[in-house]
Every structure is written in C-alpha cells, then in structure tokens.
C-alpha cells in the first residue's frame, strides 16, 4: 500500500489540544508501524451555524483539492466520524476511484444521523459504499448493523487505544505536589467537554449531594473546554468553592491529573467507546461511568462501576461509596488489566492494519 489519507472533522492544534486527540494518536502509531500517512482534517472547534458552515466549506475544498493531487498516490481514504468526514471519503471514491474506510465513534450515530432525513440518508450512503467499517464499541456496532442494514461482516470493533506508555501509573502524593494539591481531599475528576451530553449537571448535581455525607475533604477536577457558554453558566447554582475547572491540556500534562487523581467519572448520556475512562484505568484511576454505550462492554466486566445515566441520586451514592471503600478493594485489577492488554494501542493499530489488508487488494503490500 503505498499512502493513506487520513480524513477527519477533529483533528487537535496547540490552541485546541483536546479537538480530535485520538485521531491524532491513531494517525501517529499508523505511522509508527511504518504506514505513509497523510491527513486532511479540520482544526478549527468553533460552534455556530455560520462558523460552521465556513469551517466545513474550507476543509472540504482543500480536502477534495489533496484527492485530486494524490489521486494516483492514495491507495485508500481513512474517514473518522461517519458524517461529515464520511461524504469527502466518498466523494473522492467517486471522482476518483479511492476506496475508503469509515471510523463511527458514536455521535455520528447516535446524533448526527438523527438531525435530519437528509443526514441520514447521507450516513447510510457513506456506510454501505465504504469498504469496511470500524465500530469503536460492540453496541455501536449493532446498532449500525441494525439501524443501517449493514452486513455483519462488513463491521470491524476496534477501539482507538490507549497508548500505554505515555498514560502511566505514578505517586499520587509526588504528583500532588507538583500539581500544588492538598495530600487530605479525595478528588473525583472529569475529563472532557463541559456539554450536557456529558452528564456534568448531573456530576455537579451528585457531588454537592455527596459532600456533605463524606467523612473527609472531597473535591472535583472538571477538565475540559467549556465553549458551551450558555451551558456553562447554567451550572453556575450546582459549583462551590470544592470544584475546580481547569482548560484542557497537553496528554503529557493531562496524566498527572489522572495520576493526582482518586477517582474518575466519565457521567455521559452516551458514549461511542468512552477512551478517556481506558486512559483513566491506564493510570491506575478507578472509574465510575454510566451504563451506556462503549462504556458497558469497556467497564462491564469488573473493570469500573458503572451507573443508571441522568441519575445524580445514584452518581451521589456511587461517589461516596468510593470514598468510603480503600481502593484495593473498589478496583478490580485483574479485570483492569484485561481491558488495557485488549485495548492497548499496539494491538488497536495492528488491528487497523489488518483490516486494511483484507479489504484492500494488494494490502500485502503494507
């Protein structure tokens, strides 16, 4: 295979380090594993109809523009989220003849492709004309299989890793130092956008419930972007002087946190896979998440602690049980371990390179 061009609508810069990080650690073990790699992506986060639309019609120009120059260097299109990335995948599939490939992560499924007929009728286009689809969970998986009537075998579940040797188990107490975090208070912390799809009203709602029943200082670390302003402001009556939000970081600078950290809450109302609950675990961090989605398969079988969704009550109860229970027991390692040794991100990229062999002609040549 001589290039692959990697398409995606996230894709992270030094101003937006948390846009799309995983496409970018994918693209970097791809070609740590020897794959020539190019990409075409949009790095741009802002919101609104206008800036949207701007944003879109610049990548795609400049996406169809690299097709056209590449046509005959491209072997294959790597889209990540079905739509919109899916539509430039195949429009080059068209124009050129470029086979592609489509990564779902859950939101182009569960949302995207309910915002309009049109856009549905678009997803399943992109799905059926792609060559191979990877779901990142086996409830996604399904539920394209069902809901798009995609073939079983056309569906690959693969996740997008964790790279092990950068989210590493560390001293808590030395982390917190270097951090300047009190040694005494349990902290609970979040890491992601400050949306309500991420059930953070809830996690708000649940730890001021919890902190009055804990027996020691408690504290909540919700590290995200928080572009949602309206939103945001929306928790203001839910926020004491307990919880700290900090900007998204740097994953080098993002581990100390997870490491500094006592538990880590991932609350969403869905969740394609869930791979920052995988990079929590990777850190030695419990997890409490809800039972949807990627997250049941991922933390299902002892690896976390999983919680009836947009339930703040149970969240609540379920945080102070973790207060209350030493971690040797409130975390099962063994199953922990299970789930990092599948999801770890060598094996995650052989899978995608596999998968690229058997569904493209001359994929021996990788």
């Known amino acids: 295979m001589k290039k692959i061009l990697v398409i995606s609508n996230m894709y992270p ?35 609104g109809k206008k800036n949207t639309i701007t944003k879109y ?20 299109t790597h889209a990540h989220y079905v739509f919109p990335s899916g539509m430039l995948s195949l429009f080059l599939k068209k124009l050129f003849g470029i086979p592609f490939f ?20 678009w997803t399943e286009s992109i799905l059926h004309e792609s060559e191979h689809i990877i779901a990142v969970g086996p409830v996604l998986a399904q539920q394209i299989e069902q809901d798009f009537n995609i073939a079983q075998e056309k569906i690959s579940v ?76 929306s928790l203001h009556p839910f926020i004491s002087e307990e919880v700290r939000f900090v900007d998204p970081l740097k ?35 419990p997890v409490i998440a809800s039972e949807v989605g990627g997250l049941v398969s991922l933390l299902g079988e002892g690896a976390g602690h999983l919680v ?24 099962n390692r063994g199953a922990v371990e299970n789930v990092l040794a599948i999801h770890d991100e060598k094996n995650i990229t052989a899978q995608c390179i596999e998968i690229y062999k058997s569904a493209i002609k001359g994929g021996e040549g990788l």
Do not use: C
């Open 251 to 285: 994953q080098t600078e993002l581990v100390e946190w997870f490491q500094a950290s006592d538990v880590f809450v991932l609350p969403s109302h869905l969740e394609g896979f869930g791979l920052v609950a995988l990079e929590a675990l990777a850190t030695d961090t």
């Open 13 to 47: 810069t030094s101003n937006h380090l948390s846009f799309g990080i995983f496409v970018k650690n994918q693209v970097a073990a791809l070609k740590e594993a020897g794959l020539d790699v190019d990409i075409a992506v949009n790095t741009n986060p802002a919101t």
């Open 57 to 76: 019609l610049k990548w795609g120009f400049s996406t169809l523009m690299k097709g056209f120059k590449g046509r005959k260097a491209y072997d294959v």
């Open 308 to 331: 009836e969704p947009k339930n703040a009550i149970a969240l609540s109860e379920e945080l102070l049980r973790a207060v209350n229970t030493p971690k040797e027991q409130y975390m």
């Open 102 to 121: 489509v990564t779902a992560h859950g939101g182009d499924i569960e949302r995207m492709a309910k915002k309009s007929p049109r856009i549905r009728n």
């Open 158 to 233: 693969v996740s997008m890793g964790v790279n092990r040797e950068v989210f590493t188990k560390g001293e808590q107490a030395v982390v917190r130092k270097k951090l300047q975090l009190a040694p005494e208070p349990f902290i609970f912390l979040f890491v992601g956008n400050v949306i309500k799809q991420k059930g953070v009203e809830e996690l708000l709602q649940a730890f001021q419930m919890m902190k009055t029943k804990a027996d020691r200082p408690v504290e909540l670390v919700i590290i995200g972007s928080r572009r949602d302003e309206n939103f945001v402001q």
